[in-house]
């Protein structure tokens, strides 16, 4: 799920873990994935198979899955993965840990079961590691989209933020995450770009895979980059391990999900699960602070966002927001969808200069 396995297999290096982190996904991962899936389930779960199956074949024996409750299909994607796994014949260890219901503690006792590492101080380090690493790499994409849509050689930003990525990364301690972090706001502040350029302010919302995995949503913010629209990634994974790992002790400051939660309440009731109320939430709020314009990604037959998807029409008139909603899944073309991504800019650009003059 995006650059996920970076913190993920920062952790299980610290624990001295055989880890296997399969292929980044690709074709290959969709078909592997949709082969062995129910027809209508979700574009996450087949990505997710298709991961576990690569991940098996390059010698992984043992897969960690976390449980989620509620109306989500999260919560059943670990059951029906291992059906389907045992069902092709392979020999895996599943090992399901439910941070809704013990959250750090099951992260720790999965972790431990996991690696073979029963030293509370090392999993200790170890989730502390992930949490850094996670925190920093979203501060690292706000970076990336800042620098990529002003940059004044195409392509120059991402080869920055690659190197960024490489060094965070290779850093084993909290000291040497903050050095890769220094180092690479370092290279973004030597890289020629135009302070002066007018770019139009575009948030990412909707359910949290698509949003935040690059192969599913078709690199969209690098292909927003390209028209010169800096992305406010509204979802970010930060944000789930502050509401979910962080004790309370250590919460400062308002998380995204109460903030959302107190912006969607006059557009919808209570939960209905997934991130259906991040996303109304999060279109509220750019509405209510001037954003161009809003895109919601949603997977083919996600529930919650299906119902977000029929409120957000309503917000979208009630605060002057434009709104496009993209439905992904296997069949979805990248062509048609660089077309209405390029049909949407066109419009909001025209519709913030007549705002403006």
């Known amino acids: 799920m995006g650059n996920t396995c970076i913190a993920l297999a920062g952790a299980l290096r610290l624990l001295g873990a055989d880890f296997v982190i399969p292929p980044y996904t690709t074709k290959k991962t969709l078909n592997l994935g949709s082969k062995h899936s129910p027809e209508v389930v979700c574009l996450p779960y087949k990505l997710v198979l298709g991961n576990y199956l690569e991940a098996i074949e390059a010698g992984a024996d043992t897969v960690l899955m976390i449980d989620s409750p509620g109306t989500c299909r999260l919560g059943q994607y670990s059951e029906i993965a291992r059906n389907a796994i045992r069902d092709m014949g392979y020999n895996v260890k599943f090992i399901n840990m439910d941070l809704y219901k013990g959250k750090i503690f099951e992260l720790y006792s999965g972790f431990s079961e996991a690696t073979g590492n029963n030293n509370p101080a090392d999993l200790i380090r170890a989730v502390k590691i992930a949490l850094i690493k996670v925190e920093l790499l979203d501060k690292l994409d706000n ?14 930003a991402k080869t920055i933020y690659t190197k960024s990525l490489k060094l965070l990364d290779e850093a084993m301690t909290p ?7 220094q180092k690479s706001s370092l290279l973004f502040s030597g890289l020629p770009v135009n302070k002066y350029k ?48 962080k004790p309370r002790l250590f ?32 279109t509220v709020y750019a509405g209510e602070n001037k954003s161009d314009g809003v895109i919601h990604l949603l997977p083919f037959t996600c529930m919650p966002e299906i119902i977000s998807q029929n409120i ?45 003059g």
């Open 143 to 156: 970076i990336y989209s800042y620098h990529r849509a002003r940059e004044i050689k195409k392509g120059s």
């Open 198 to 245: 007018p770019v139009l302010h575009v948030d990412l919302t909707g359910e949290i895979y698509v949003v935040i995995d690059h192969f599913s949503n078709m690199d969209i913010e690098n292909e927003l980059g390209k028209l010169g629209v800096q992305v406010h990634r509204k979802i970010k994974l930060s944000d789930w391990t502050d509401s979910f790992l």
């Open 175 to 181: 000291g040497e995450c903050k050095k890769a972090a």
């Open 312 to 356: 957000l029409p309503v917000v979208t008139r009630e605060k002057d927001i434009p709104v496009l909603s993209l439905v992904l899944d296997e069949f979805t073309g990248r062509a048609g969808f660089i077309t209405r991504l390029e049909a949407f800019i066109d419009l909001i650009k025209r519709r913030s200069e007549l705002k403006a």
């Open 251 to 282: 919460k400062f400051n308002e998380t995204h999900g109460e903030k959302v939660k107190k912006l969607a309440k006059d557009f919808i009731k209570r939960d209905v699960g997934g991130d259906a109320l991040e996303s109304i939430g999060d």
